[in-house]
């Protein structure tokens, strides 16, 4: 286990608001002891151009991506949204916010646990089979700019049991046996996160660290089953598949799924 430098200020403060400030960026964040959704919560804040971030003990009515909902037991793990606006990438790059969030979000957890983070196409953070954390981004586009990304993250940390129907969680706790300082982790993200914005190369940064990126495993889509390997992801975003056949195939999120097989 790999230990990060300290140089970050970092303190819940009971429930006040407080200022994370990185070398690269300044973040104000907010906790809430319980609301809805954070993302809903973002939506509505009047935000002045900062970078704002809402950090929930709970929420009544997670959202995962789709029509899941995402389970959270209070006061256990990270669930918190952040607002950014992200002038300089145009509405058709805006995967890059993806490929930022989710490399950012390896390269914190790394440094808490002891196995390989990757992330599962398009932007489940996993650990080895198990999803770890999950991330629900919505942009605003104004016109070909993106006016501000509300990016949620919900960072399975101290949960010891999961109750939902959710097929694979996993948690910080469950994989080093004993608790991290969920205050500590989101300063370390958030730094990290300003780190990865920075890179020239993030696009083969992520695809160097996808899941299952080497060999053939199992997918389904609207046609049923087949075996493929990654062949490449797009700028867009877009997955490119190989299957035992040699043909190409290309998909957008929601068009394609892993099929899970639990080898542990
Ligand atoms: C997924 O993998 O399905 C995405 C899960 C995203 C969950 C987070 S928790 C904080 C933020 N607020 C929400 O309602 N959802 C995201």
């Not at 230990?3 to 973040?27: P, W």
């Not at 932007?123 to 949620?152: H, Q």
């Not at 205050?183 to 914005?197: E, I």
Request: with cysteine; hydrophobic share 35%; glycine share 6%.
């Amino acid at each position: 286990m790999r230990k990060m430098s300290d140089s970050l200020a970092y303190r819940r403060e009971g429930h006040r608001n407080i200022l994370i400030i990185t070398t690269k960026m300044q973040f104000k964040v907010i906790y809430v002891d319980e609301t809805d959704s954070t993302n809903r919560w973002l939506r509505d804040y009047p935000a002045e151009g900062e970078a704002v971030v809402v950090v929930a003990d709970y929420q009544t009515a997670g959202r995962g991506c789709g029509a899941n909902k995402w389970e959270s037991e209070r006061g256990k793990n990270l669930t918190f949204s952040l607002l950014l606006h992200p002038e300089l990438v145009p509405a058709n790059e805006q995967f890059r916010i993806t490929e930022w969030v989710s490399v950012a979000l390896c390269e914190t957890i790394e440094h808490y646990i002891y196995n390989k983070v990757e992330i599962k196409w398009p932007n489940d953070i996993y650990v080895e089979n198990r999803k770890l954390c999950g991330i629900l981004i919505e942009n605003r586009l104004t016109g070909s700019c993106i006016k501000d990304s509300i990016i949620g993250i919900g960072l399975n940390v101290n949960q010891q049991t999961f109750r939902s129907d959710a097929p694979n969680p996993v948690s910080i706790r469950q994989l080093v046996g004993k608790d991290s300082d969920r205050d500590k982790l989101l300063a370390d993200f958030l730094r990290q996160l300003g780190n990865v914005m920075e890179l020239p190369d993030v696009s083969e940064t992520y695809r160097q660290r996808l899941w299952r990126r080497e060999g053939m495993h199992p997918f389904r889509d609207a046609e049923g089953e087949f075996c493929a390997k990654i062949a490449g992801v797009e700028a867009d975003g877009h997955l490119v598949l190989e299957d035992s056949r040699g043909k190409e195939r290309k998909y957008a999120f929601k068009e394609v799924e892993w099929i899970l097989s639990f080898t542990n």
